[in-house]
């Protein structure tokens, strides 16, 4: 059948439809149970029927279950080694922090890596601790917990040398990046990887290109540049994904490296994080880039839309609020909204061990 003859669907009819779409013969609850058990726990090591479970980090409110056989763990860990970390004799040291670990991650160890996985969970103290014993050719983890990294670096509470660096599962952005290069001395490489599947990464030249080998991935254009992708991923047998609709907003880019794949200038966020407000639809990166051009020492910051005319903004420099308010207040203005509220939060809005959203919204009304 054509590929346009199936339904597009998202997480929520993927979910509602588990039991039918894997071809395992697994049952959601069952599978919901290791996974929950596992998380609870700290134990990663379970699995259902020989089958790996992951559980989505539910940043976009409900959470999705996503299935790995043997054979897919093995090609997942054979492209892994081509695509990102790269082969090599050499023995080394991969500090991985994520908020769930999974034996698909622990899979790639071997002779020549061993993988040391960080609980986000734990106090950034221990981490610092322990990952200055550990030393690690190559740190994994997302932008917040590196830019804590970064900045224990430049305090010398901590001197390591990784030879690389990889950005997952927030969006990068520009400041951050800079920030955490500065630091170690290096460039940092993106992975777009989501329970999902893997689905992009960064080339020798430092653009991310999607996996277009193994995947399809149709473009509902949201303008000239952004587009939402849909997925259909052909490597994927225990739970086949086709035409799933990602949460995500990629851009679209260009690269010199001669790969075919589709070129990511950048991932600016989610759908859940654009603000429709005051009568107006304001993408995210607009909103980043007003807040942080308004002073050069603006690096931290949290949007939260909290109606449909209400939005917080937090900053640690208090005296620098109002100007980054104004700036925001001008973006909005441009993008024709109107009649626009803005109060100071005295805190963000960030649980421990979870994915920083810098922008997000909480509409109420």
Not at 306 to 315: I, P, Y
């Given at each position: 059948a054509a590929l346009d003859t199936f339904p597009v669907q998202q997480k929520a009819e993927f979910m509602r439809d588990f039991n039918q779409i894997n071809t395992c013969g697994l049952d959601l609850k069952d599978a919901m149970q290791v996974a929950v058990d596992s998380e609870t726990s700290r134990d990663f090591e379970?699995?259902?029927?020989?089958?790996?479970?992951?559980?989505?980090?539910?940043?976009?409110?409900?959470?999705?279950l996503f299935l790995a056989s043997s054979s897919e763990r093995a090609i997942w860990v054979a492209a892994v080694l081509q695509r990102i970390l790269g082969w090599s004799f050499k023995k080394r040291k991969i500090a991985f922090f994520l908020r769930a670990n999974s034996n698909l991650y622990s899979s790639?160890?071997?002779?020549f890596l061993t993988f040391e996985y960080f609980d986000l969970l734990k106090p950034i103290q221990e981490h610092l601790e322990r990952i200055q014993k550990v030393q690690p050719h190559i740190v994994v983890g997302q932008p917040s917990l590196l830019v804590r990294l970064a900045h224990a670096q430049n305090d010398g509470r901590i001197s390591i040398r990784p030879q690389r660096i990889f950005s997952v599962a927030e969006v990068l952005s520009d400041e951050d990046e800079a920030l955490i290069s500065l630091a170690f001395g290096i460039r940092v490489d993106q992975v777009y990887q989501c329970t999902e599947g893997l689905f992009g990464q960064t080339c020798a030249e430092g653009t991310l290109h999607l996996n277009e080998?193994?995947?399809?991935?149709?473009?509902?254009?949201?303008?000239?540049?952004?587009?939402?992708?849909i997925i259909t991923d052909l490597k994927r047998e225990s739970q086949p994904v086709i035409r799933y609709r990602m949460n995500d907003i990629l851009h679209v880019g260009t690269c010199t490296c001669g790969s075919k794949m589709q070129a990511i200038s950048r991932i600016e966020g989610r759908m859940d994080d654009v603000l429709e407000l005051g009568g107006a639809t304001i993408f995210p990166d607009f909103i980043r880039r007003?807040?942080?051009?308004?002073?050069?020492?603006?690096?931290?910051?949290q949007v939260v839309q909290?109606?449909?005319?209400?939005?917080?903004?937090?900053?640690p420099q208090e005296e620098l609020w109002t100007a980054a308010a104004e700036a925001l207040q001008t973006e909005i203005e441009r993008h024709g909204a109107s009649g626009v509220t803005m109060d100071r939060a005295s805190q963000k809005i960030h649980d421990h061990g979870s994915k920083l959203r810098?922008?997000?919204?909480k509409k109420s009304g």
């Open positions: 379970p699995t259902i029927e020989g089958v790996t479970v992951g559980l989505s980090s539910g940043t976009s409110g409900n959470r999705g790639v160890q071997s002779n080998d193994w995947l399809i991935v149709e473009k509902e254009w949201l303008d000239d540049t952004r587009f939402i992708p007003a807040i942080v051009g308004a002073h050069p020492e603006i690096t931290d910051y909290t109606s449909s005319h209400a939005l917080t903004l937090f900053l810098r922008i997000m919204t």
